[in-house]
């Protein structure tokens, strides 16, 4: 087996890695070198096909037994970034407000909407994150993947997209490696100057100092905020352990300090149960959870 030059990690405490800052401890993480590291991960090692592919975290809860098998993460080593006559190729670990910049220096002003959301390219191919009325996958032309060990190159037509999901239209999930992306040519300066408009139009909405998953719920499918119904049902504020419902935007639950990750799941539980009993809605979880619960949770 061709010997693998990326980090491992044991017993690895995801805490320290996903954004709301709780959650159990992986067996194993994985920090591939670069792309052909993570290739031949894919390839030889038996333990691929049951990995969990992760980016900065920021839309995972991981339950506080923890998550047995291997945790590959994207991030820093599936770092390139470079400009192919109109497209952007971008690895898999590359932060998407770094995309954002970088295509904003390029005039490419559609790409703005990147740089509000916190993880990384893998991780908006696997959501198909989006805002402000824009989605990752109308921007993809070809995706790298790695599916069952072998490494392929796809269009976008290989897939099906819809709200924060993503898949082969025969059901399988992959890992996403990197993706060649195209965005409209504009100007630099209309450009810079939308990125700057959304980071400010973000702080003035969403907790940003406090560790969170952003929206925790998708909104249902009649176009209604699950923020709002959330607020209406006056949940704002409403804590368990160190988990709450924050008070600036009703749709993230935020850290308020020494959360687990049972504190937040009981939380989501219970504003799912209060806000179909209110208004007869069940809101859907957009986050990811992942793991085994604690067997005295
Ligand atoms: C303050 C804040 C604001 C946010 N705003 C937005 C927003 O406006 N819009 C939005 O869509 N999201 C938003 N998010 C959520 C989150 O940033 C996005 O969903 C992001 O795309 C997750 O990327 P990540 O790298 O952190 O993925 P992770 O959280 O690490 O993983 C999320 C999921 O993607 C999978 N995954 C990760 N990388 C890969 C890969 N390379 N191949 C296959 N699967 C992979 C994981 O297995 C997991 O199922 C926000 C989060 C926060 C904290």
Redesign the pocket.
């Known amino acids: 087996m061709t010997v693998l030059r990326g980090l491992w990690k044991h017993d690895f405490p995801m805490s320290q890695l996903a954004?709301w800052r709780a959650g159990g401890v992986a067996e194993a993480l994985f920090i591939p070198a670069d792309l052909t590291d993570v290739g031949t991960f894919c390839h030889e090692d038996p333990r691929a096909g049951n990995a969990?592919?992760?980016?900065?975290?920021?839309?995972?809860l991981v339950r506080d037994g923890g998550i047995g098998g291997v945790v590959v993460r994207?991030a820093p080593g599936l770092c390139a970034m470079r400009q192919e006559d109109d497209l952007i190729y971008v690895e898999?670990g590359v932060g998407?407000p770094k995309l954002a910049k970088f295509a904003a220096a390029a005039g490419f002003a559609d790409a703005a909407f990147f740089a509000?959301?916190?993880?990384?390219i893998?991780?908006?191919?696997?959501?198909n994150?989006?805002?402000h009325g824009s989605e990752t996958w109308q921007h993809v032309k070809q995706a790298l993947v790695f599916n069952d060990g072998k490494r392929a190159l796809h269009d976008a037509c290989d897939f099906e997209t819809g709200y924060?999901s993503v898949r082969f239209k025969n059901g399988d999930?992959?890992?996403?490696?990197a993706a060649w992306l195209h965005f409209v040519q504009g100007n630099i300066t209309v450009a810079r100057s939308r990125v700057r408009d959304l980071l400010r139009r973000r702080a003035q909405t969403?907790p940003?100092g406090e560790p969170?998953?952003?929206?925790v719920f998708r909104n249902p499918p009649d176009g209604t905020a699950a923020a709002a119904l959330i607020e209406s049902c006056g949940l704002k504020g409403r804590a368990i352990g160190g988990a709450m419902v924050s008070h600036k935007h009703a749709n993230f639950i935020v850290n308020t300090g020494g959360a687990n990750a049972a504190d937040i799941e009981n939380l989501i539980v219970l504003v799912q149960s209060e806000v179909a009993a209110q208004t007869g809605v069940m809101l859907n979880t957009e986050v990811?959870i992942v793991g085994r619960k604690k067997t005295d949770d």
């Open positions: 954004s969990l592919f992760v980016g900065h975290g920021s839309n995972l994207t898999a998407c509000g959301v916190p993880g990384t893998g991780g908006a191919l696997s959501m994150a989006g805002c924060r999930t992959p890992f996403f490696a969403q940003l969170s998953c952003g929206s990811r």
